[in-house]
């Protein structure tokens, strides 16, 4: 059983390898760009919601100590306890989408939706054309900042959080068939390695959120303040 | 049954730490350090500073690392290794192209 149980839990950091090189590439873009226009990253950075984004990480690294708690519970052997916290952090990680979700509406509003997708509610020079050049995004563009530029950065904002939710919506569906599985009882002191191995996953979904957290939203803020 | 398990208390402390390296992040983020003479870019470093620290403590205790076998720190060094790489390739391209004015 140990070695089984080892075995599992060694398959799973495999895979969260294959993960750290994905979202690894993505953070290497964001370096590029960012190195490039920094001017419009900061400017950009600065129109995201901070204290949502702070709630956000908060919310979402409760969510990992409940996880934690989780395994905790089922390794000891206390399957109430178990199912309470699992569903805890599920609730924490749907938080943290609502939140996310309202985040993303505020974006819609403000026409910061990249490459024109929305056709309501355009990017860019068309706003630029109706004679109100910068207000229509309610971005305050540092000295050096185009909006071309700060539509760069909401391109890597969406796809680096929307990749995000992904995992925290599969992680979310993961959560409910543990707590399916834990209503049946299926887990015990001896066999566990499904909640063992879905915690990896949902800390490692909290870690790739520690490092976005302070690569989105707090890049120009000390520019901002007072300026 | 020889599997580690980890106390609460170190799960509690962890969670706190993490707490608190997030508000200081956030602090840190107003300030302007550059006007006190640090060097460049030291908001960023202090950033990912604090980052690095935080995703540290969560992978030793929230996910065990540090009680686990020597394969698995050696398939998190291999991806860090394998991830450093992939950045210094890519950035000895990017951040020297203007070093020669060749044009493109």
């Known amino acids: 059983m140990e070695q089984q149980r080892e075995a599992g839990t060694l398959g799973m950091w495999v895979f969260l390898v294959t993960e750290i090189m994905f979202f690894g590439g993505m953070f290497l873009a964001y370096t590029v760009y960012r190195s490039l226009f920094p001017a419009a990253f900061s400017s950009a950075s600065n129109h995201l919601d901070i204290t949502l984004g702070t709630v956000n990480t908060a919310v979402l690294i409760f969510s ?164 | 049954m020889s599997e580690h398990i980890v106390p609460v208390r170190i799960y509690l402390t962890i969670f706190l730490v993490l707490l608190v390296g997030t508000g200081l992040t956030v602090l840190a983020a107003f300030i302007d350090f550059d006007k006190y003479g640090f060097p460049s870019q030291f908001n960023t470093i202090v950033a990912l500073t604090i980052a690095v620290a935080k995703a540290t403590f969560v992978v030793l205790y929230f996910m065990h690392v540090r009680y686990s076998p020597r394969l698995v720190w050696l398939i998190v060094a291999a991806a860090l290794f394998w991830m450093a790489i992939m950045f210094s390739l890519t950035f000895s391209d990017y951040f020297t192209r203007n070093w020669l004015s060749v044009g493109y």
């Open chain 1, 64 to 227: 990992s100590f409940t996880m934690a708690m989780a395994v905790y519970n089922t390794q000891i052997g206390k399957p109430r306890a178990q199912i309470i916290c699992l569903v805890l952090t599920l609730l924490l990680g749907l938080t943290f989408l609502g939140i996310k979700g309202v985040e993303y509406y505020d974006k819609y509003e403000d026409r910061l939706i990249p490459g024109s997708l929305i056709p309501s509610r355009p990017f860019g020079p068309e706003v630029q054309q109706e004679g109100q050049p910068f207000d229509a995004h309610k971005l305050h563009l540092l000295p050096g900042a185009t909006v071309r530029h700060v539509e760069m950065f909401y391109w890597i904002y969406f796809a680096m959080t929307g990749m995000h939710a992904v995992h925290m919506i599969i992680g979310a569906g993961l959560l409910l068939v543990l707590i399916y599985l834990s209503l049946k009882g299926r887990f015990d002191p001896e066999y566990h390695s499904p909640v063992e191995v879905v915690g990896l996953y949902w800390h490692f979904v909290d870690i790739i959120w520690i490092f976005l957290f302070p690569l989105l939203y707090l890049l120009g803020r000390h520019l901002a303040h007072g300026g």
